[in-house]
């Protein structure tokens, strides 16, 4: 599902970042799902920086993941979405998404359920799919 066209005005100063082993991709814990489970048995609500042409490693939708564009972009095997673009992944798809080159993209994500990073499980420190502690 995608909706497209919202207008938003983003201010990031003074949003506390958490890097990862990715270098480029960085989160900030906005909320994380009550219950048992560790890493991938846990979803959260999230924001996520990646730099201009910087993936994020592809990983499967143990729930339902709904993702805005708050400024940038990024592309995954389904299409292209910019500032603005509401998506929607069903549980159980894979995708891989990268930021378009030439422009930070930052995003609000909530994953249901948490994900399961595929092909990379020395990945430390990505949200929804390892325990998420204070800093």
């Known amino acids: ?42 979803g959260a609500t999230v924001l996520i920086r990646m730099a201009g042409g910087v993936g994020y490693p592809a990983h499967r939708h143990l729930g339902i993941e709904e993702v805005l564009v708050l400024a940038g972009g990024y592309r995954d095997e389904a299409g292209e979405y910019r500032a603005g673009d509401y998506v929607r992944y069903p549980p159980g798809s894979v995708h891989a998404p990268v930021a378009l080159e030439g422009q930070e993209c930052l995003l609000y994500a909530s994953a249901r359920g948490g994900i399961e990073v595929l092909g990379a499980p020395e990945a430390p420190g990505l949200p929804f799919s390892e325990p998420q502690e204070d800093p």
Request: glycine share 14%; proline share 5%; no cysteine.
């Open 1 to 42: 599902m995608l909706h497209t066209g919202l207008e938003l005005r983003v201010r990031w100063e003074g949003v506390s970042w958490r890097s990862t082993s990715i270098p480029g991709v960085e989160w900030s814990l906005l909320a994380e799902e009550p219950g048992e489970g560790r890493g991938a048995a846990r």
